[in-house]
Each structure stands twice: as structure tokens, then as C-alpha cells.
């Protein structure tokens, strides 16, 4: 999306929300995630199940993930992030952040005996078919792990362009849209105003290019 069809774009919204112009509709740029989905070789699965042998034999991790304060809600930053589909989980590769400071709080938490119970656990959460290119946990719906079973750098990583929309989040008289550009056709949005998040289906697939107005 470039200059002229991201001002079309934020006109248009203005106008559809009576709001007074292009100049009160932020328009953020994030990540965008492919959709394409791949089986999970039993390659990748012997990665993980090593990476997590080696990890109950690492020293503990004492690096802090710094906690990084939003406005946005947990239910608004799921809906930013579902309309980049996860870009960031790319990192995620076939260790998931899954350090054995982290293995150790799930195992206490959830009362697990064993390394070996522990390790069957996350094996059997890998799903069938991921996303090419993404993290062994990335499936069609989302992250494949339980939020509780998730590294703290999963739970609580937010991108620049994540943080940028907490910014004004609740400002009235203004908006955000968040648009993830995966391909020529294929924009997703979402709408942030005044706290409240809501998914834009444009009838055209290319906004910047339709006279349809946002649903
Ligand atoms: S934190 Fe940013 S890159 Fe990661 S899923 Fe959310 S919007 Fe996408
Ligand atoms: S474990 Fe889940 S949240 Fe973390 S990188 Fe993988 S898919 Fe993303």
C-alpha cells in the first residue's frame, strides 16, 4: 500500500465515520503472515523434543522479559494480532522459546511429574499442519499452545507497530486502522476507536482502489 492509497484509504474512512478528515484517521502498517500451510515433518518434531531434552539440562534462564505496558486490552491486541496472522511467531522456529526456566514454571504449574510427561505434553500440541516458514506451533487458528503453556516471550511480545496502536487507543474523535498487506489483493484490516476494535471487510479486495465503503 503506498502514500496516495493509504490517504484514500484514511479519507474515506473519515468521511464513513464522520469524522472531521484524513488528518484524524491513523493508519498503522503491520507485519502480515503468510496463510500457506505445510505438514510438521517428523524433522521438526525431533528438533523440538531435543531442543527441550537440552533445555532440562541448561542453567536457568535469568534474563526478564520486559513487561511491555499497553492500553489495549488482551481481546484488542488478539484481534491485532489475528489480522497480521503472526509474523513475530516466525521466530519461534522449532524451540518456541520454550527455555527450561519456562519449562519449569509449566511443569509446577500443572503438576507435572516428569521431564519425560513434560515433554510429551509439547509434543502432543504440535499440530499436524503449521505455517511455512513459522514456528512448529503455528496452525491454522493461531499459536497450537495454550496460553498457560506458552513462553513469557510469547505472552508477551509486542511489535512496533502493535505498540504504536496502543497509543491512542481510547482518544476520541479519532481512529486507527491496522492493515497487514500479505499480497497485492489481500489486505486485512481492523478498525481501533474509542477502545473498541472492530475487523473492516471491504467488498472490494483493494480498498485504495474501490469507491465501496467499509462494512
Ligand atoms: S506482535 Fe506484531 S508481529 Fe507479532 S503477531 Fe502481533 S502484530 Fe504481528
Ligand atoms: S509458541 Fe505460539 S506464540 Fe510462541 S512463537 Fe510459537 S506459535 Fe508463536
Redo the contacts with the bound molecule.
Keep these: 500500500m503506498n502514500d496516495r492509497e493509504k490517504l484514500q484509504v484514511r479519507t474515506r474512512v473519515a468521511k464513513h465515520l464522520g469524522l472531521a478528515g484524513a488528518e484524524k484517521v491513523d493508519l498503522v502498517v ?2 502480515a503472515m503468510e496463510v500457506r500451510m505445510e505438514a510438521v515433518t517428523p524433522g521438526r518434531r525431533d528438533e523440538l523434543a531435543a531442543s527441550i531434552d537440552a533445555e532440562f539440562y541448561a542453567r536457568p534462564d535469568k534474563s526478564k522479559v520486559p513487561q511491555t505496558p499497553t492500553p489495549l486490552d488482551d481481546a484488542s491486541v488478539l484481534a ?2 489475528g489480522t ?1 496472522r ?4 516466525k521466530a519461534g522456529e522449532n524451540h518456541a522459546f520454550l527455555t527450561r526456566t519456562v519449562l519449569s514454571r509449566v511443569k509446577a504449574e500443572q503438576r507435572i511429574a516428569t521431564d519425560a510427561s513434560l515433554l510429551e505434553s509439547y509434543l502432543n500440541r504440535v499440530p499436524e499442519l503449521a505455517r511455512e516458514g513459522s514456528c512448529i506451533y503455528h496452525g491454522a487458528q493461531g499459536c497450537a499452545l495454550p496460553r498457560a503453556m506458552r513462553s513469557e516471550t510469547c505472552n508477551r ?3 512496533y ?2 505498540k504504536q496502536l496502543g497509543r491512542d487507543f481510547s482518544r476520541t474523535g479519532y481512529a486507527q486502522l491496522a492493515v497487514s498487506t500479505v499480497a497485492q489483493d489481500e489486505d486485512r484490516m481492523l478498525l481501533l476507536r474509542e477502545g473498541e476494535t472492530t475487523p473492516f471487510r471491504p467488498e472490494s479486495r483493494r480498498l485504495g482502489h474501490t469507491d465501496a465503503e467499509p462494512a
Aim: charged residues 0%.
Design positions: 503491520l507485519p491485532v494480532c497480521c503472526g509474523a513475530c511467531c511480545f509486542l511489535c507497530p502493535l
